[in-house]
């Protein structure tokens, strides 16, 4: 069974780092790119980044509200996605998701199975 | 950046109701559009994938069509369970942008 799980939200203060974790299981985490969405409350889902697998360098793409303070690194030794976010603003504040990416040559990466999501709160 | 426009932003319906959930995006995406539940705590559930895909596991109540910058997601017959949020999603370029979504509600 494909199972993701989020962690590391939490209470963080504008301007501090926080790192979201995203663990898998019952599947080749390596062969995949790995997503991430936010909801903030009320709100509808915004594209953060992801990464891609390590064949097509794992490279990355952001959205331009996090590029330059999130990154969004993988390690496949340990079937484990992350977030790293940095500079936090109030704005970030958000239910964090982290989904798989499928790829199809003709279709490209879309996203098949999510997680439960995380809570992310920025405040001071 | 690629605009996503669903429409209806809300909608009321009964068990057993046919509906239908427009996307239109800004240019021309083809057939890169993806449609997702959400449901309150839940994991989002992905649905359709390249515009008419049904994902692994999803019942065949659930139907999409279109390409270029029109699509719809169809519900044939809503069961209870269907009462939710849905988002289409485009993949054909960056940024990914996502719809507003519409809020499928019991009448």
């Known amino acids: 069974e494909v199972q993701l799980v989020e962690s590391g939200g939490t209470l963080a203060q504008p301007g501090r780092s926080l790192r979201l974790s995203c663990t898998v299981s019952?599947?080749?985490?390596?062969?995949?790119?790995m997503n991430w969405v936010r909801q903030a409350p009320g709100k509808g889902l915004e594209w953060v980044g992801f990464?891609?697998?390590?064949?097509?360098?794992?490279?990355?793409e952001y959205a331009a509200s996090v590029k330059g303070r999130f990154t969004v690194s993988r390690d496949d030794s340990r079937s484990i996605a992350y977030l790293q976010m940095d500079s936090l603003k109030p704005e970030d504040t958000a239910i964090y998701y982290c989904?798989?990416?499928?790829?199809?040559?003709?279709?490209?990466?879309?996203?098949?199975?999510w997680g439960q999501g995380t809570l992310v709160t920025v405040s001071s | 950046d690629i605009q996503m426009t669903q429409s209806p932003s809300s909608l009321s319906a009964s068990v057993g109701d046919r509906v239908t959930i427009t996307c239109r995006a800004s240019q021309g995406i083809s057939n890169f559009l993806a449609w997702f539940q959400v449901k309150p705590g839940k994991a989002p559930k992905s649905l359709i994938y390249a515009a008419s895909s049904l994902q692994t596991g999803v019942p065949s109540r659930f139907s999409g069509s279109g390409s270029g910058t029109d699509f719809t997601l169809t519900i044939s017959s809503l069961q209870p369970e269907d009462f939710a949020t849905y988002y289409c999603q485009h993949y054909s370029n960056y940024p990914r942008t996502f719809g507003q979504g519409t809020r499928l509600e019991i009448k």
């Open positions: 989904s798989r990416l499928n790829y199809e040559d003709s279709n490209g990466y879309y996203p098949d199975y």
């Open positions: 019952g599947f080749t985490f390596d062969v995949y790119a």
């Open positions: 990464v891609r697998n390590k064949t097509y360098g794992a490279t990355t």
